[in-house]
């Protein structure tokens, strides 16, 4: 059995560099793949973690196609990807690594594999994970979702790398994407000065929002309770390792944003609200994070807004 990866960022070479220290065979694949062939790392993306033996690297897509491929690319880019690979990703196993709500189309990870690669067999893995920690072989728990993920299960998990299965595909996809809006929003707050408080009530209160929505799309409500869910909100939303959370904290101090950097909250808060609103779903953190990147609003007046809200209960 063998693995591909294909996306050579960050997040796809961890996995690829962890599931092959457990001596599975592992191809990954990238666009330009530079000296990673012969310096047997990513000095460009991961930097200071060297390859394992099992781990192979290609520009060659169709020398580096397995039965289980891992599709690690952007989330805005996934469908474009799998349209054009469509025939030659045919019949396979798909597992999608990105995280998000596709902004044109309002669709998750797996509902474009489905509507892509209809042939193709979608899969997620989602949950609490930063590159740096996957390929350092720290522990790191992950969710993975299927029709029948019990395969896909035993062949991924390494002595590091613990998977638990899942069979609710939107659930796992509505928890992986709209903890990214949520991260958005407390790096609003602690940027801004708001506080600790006030990211915990964003954290507890933006988790209600996840739950709405998910179950609004047909999830189930446990779904969310676990690592694909409240797991990888707590990650996001405490640590400046987090893309998401480190740009509303430059945000929220006013500061230059760092080039080149996915933020793939941003597009995926944008996607959320437009289908909330279409739904009347009620999501005022979601809405706020949108005004506020626009810039049709202050923090301050986003914090205001929020607290003005008719009391409820919880």
């Known amino acids: 059995m063998s693995v591909s990866v294909l996306g050579a960022g960050a997040f796809g070479t961890a996995l ?63 469908a474009g990807f799998l349209t054009d690979h469509a025939n030659k990703l045919s019949g396979r196993t798909l597992v999608a690594t990105c995280k998000g709500i596709d902004l044109t189309t309002g669709e998750g990870p797996a509902e474009i594999i489905e509507r892509t690669c209809p042939n193709a067999t979608s899969a997620l893995l989602s949950g609490p994970s930063f590159a740096v920690d996957v390929a350092a072989g720290l522990p790191t728990a992950l969710t993975i979702a299927a029709a029948d993920p019990e395969p896909l299960q035993t062949a991924l998990s390494g002595s590091n790398l613990r998977l638990y299965r899942a069979t609710d595909m939107t659930g796992v996809e509505i928890g992986g994407a709209m903890k990214n809006v949520i991260a958005i929003a407390c790096g609003l707050a602690i940027g801004a000065g708001l506080g600790e408080s006030a990211r915990a009530a964003l954290m507890t209160r933006g988790f209600a929002e996840m739950n709405r929505f998910a179950v609004a799309r047909g999830a189930e409500p446990d779904t969310l309770q676990g690592l694909s869910g409240f797991g990888d909100l707590s990650l996001t939303c405490t640590s400046e390792k987090s893309r998401n959370y480190a740009y509303g904290l430059h945000l929220g101090r006013g500061e230059v944003q760092p080039e080149g950097v996915t933020i793939e909250g941003q597009a995926t808060a944008k996607a959320v609200s437009i289908a909330a609103q279409n739904a009347k779903i009620d999501m005022p953190i979601t809405d706020m994070v949108v005004a506020v990147m626009a810039g049709h609003i202050t923090i301050n007046e986003a914090s205001d807004l929020l607290l003005a809200r008719p009391l409820k209960e919880e």
């Open 16 to 78: 690829a560099i962890a599931i092959a220290r457990s001596g599975t065979p592992v191809t990954l694949w990238a666009r330009d793949p530079g000296d990673m062939a012969e310096t047997r790392e990513n000095t460009r993306r991961l930097p200071g973690f060297a390859f394992p033996d099992a781990l192979t690297v290609t520009d060659d897509l169709d020398a580096a196609l397995s039965d289980i491929v891992l599709i690690a690319v952007p989330m805005q880019k996934l």
